[in-house]
């Protein structure tokens, strides 16, 4: 969990500010079509601060975080939380001023996209899609629907506007009509007209895909300056943050979406792609499981493993979780709930692909093979609030855990009682079996050294006794 207190007090101020108001359709998008993605509280969320724009304004009055705990039942880092979620969707726009009074935030809601947008969307439609499935998806997308009606047989009867309107007459005009109308149409700077927004909400860091590489290989057949407007860009790293593609895979796909040799057909990259991840991966949807640990947060990145411990790290670093499952249960394919587990680590909790493994591979060894819930969403809430997010980061710490978890007082009826409730033996993973043997093996050598001492204490007191009773003898003499 984020330190929000270093980014949002509950004295700190905002106010809230649309572009435009909310529709009725747009409700029935945010309800069916968004909170499947955002969750229930960042739904309530968003309509709470358009809840706060009375009828016809654009621009709430100004509030503070505590006044907004208090409408939301819930605390700031809750609020904060679900706020991200808003803001990474494309619903709402952060702004922050600083001044002697403190902080005050700028809240500007967007609103959803148009069906229409949200089916086309590379991203959310998959998402949607295998959030959901796939029947409920298909009837979801048929409530947006329209009827196309057949206009063959029709012919149209539209009037056209001079055919209605006519132009006035020169006396009509006055002569300072240019610049009175140019007067009235001026705007302050501090002022604009409403416009709805038609840009993709949705942002990504360019920086997650190799176009360096991308390019070096699309040179020998294309020249790839021309091929790579801003739009091209755009979709190839959403398209490689769904579908997992590689920019050497990309490339290949790229220069079957060429036409003309210097233009790239964006609906054919977009089927390309599709049609590589179905022939990689079958017709399941792609998910958040399929995601690895990210290279800059890889220990054993470019190393060589060389102890055991070393070899589960680097599995757990290049393996995704939905792959490290499915190796468990020797290629079976993973259940939807399994599935849907390993989403929620990763997109509820937070938690990497890395940690996420350790995690899994912890609970499936010591729960006989089986993924609970219940025990997944507990620990998985725990390591979240300790910002674990490294593979040895995880592994050290489900060591100390698994310690602290199996100290036995020590009472010989304790130790006792405790051999009796767990005669059957523990089942764990190999590298924290391995950490156990080391502790026991120390234990060990404690014991015989303190066995030693006393053996040689109990001979040096018997020698005394003895030369005691010598001398005493010899006294009697």
Sequence with gaps: MSWHWTELLPIDRYVVQTVDHLHALDQKILTLLYQPLIGAFA??????????????????????HRHLMTVMDAPLHHIYEHRKKLEAIGLLKTFKRKDEEGSTYLYELQPPMSPYQFFQNDVLSVYLFNRIGKTKYR???????????????????????????????HS????????????????????????????????????????????????AVVAPKELMTTEVRETIVRLAFVYKISPLEMSRVLQRSVIHDDEVDLQQLRKKVQDWYKLENGNDPPSLGLRTQPVALQSMNGKEPKTEEEKMVKLYETTSPLALIESRGDGAKVPPADAKIVESLLLDYKLTPGVANVLLDYVLIRNDMKLTK?????????????????????????????????????????????????????????????EKKGSTTVEKKQTTTQTEEFEHKKRQFEMMLQKRKEEKERGNR
């Design 172 to 219: 009509e005009m006055s002569m300072s009509f240019q610049s009175e109308m140019m007067e009235a149409l001026q705007l302050n700077e501090t002022e604009k007209l409403i416009e709805r927004p038609k840009q993709d909400p949705l942002l990504f860091n360019e920086s997650s895909f190799d176009f360096e590489l991308l390019e070096a290989d699309l040179s």
């Design 139 to 169: 009837q979801l997308r048929e409530r947006f629907l329209l009827t196309v009606t057949q206009k063959d047989d029709f012919f149209e009867v539209t009037h056209a506007f001079d055919e209605v309107f006519t132009t006035l007459h």
């Design 43 to 64: 739904h309530s969320l968003y309509m709470t601060f358009w809840s706060e724009l009375q009828r016809d304004q654009y621009c709430s009055e100004e509030n503070s």
């Design 374 to 434: 219940a025990l997944i969403d507990k620990i998985a809430g725990h390591w979240a609030r300790k910002n674990i997010k490294t593979v040895k980061e995880a592994m050290e710490f489900a060591k100390e855990e698994y310690k602290k978890a199996t100290e036995v007082k020590t009472s010989p009826k304790k130790q006792q009682t405790y051999s009796k409730t767990n005669a059957k033996k523990d089942k764990l993973p190999k590298w924290l079996v391995d």
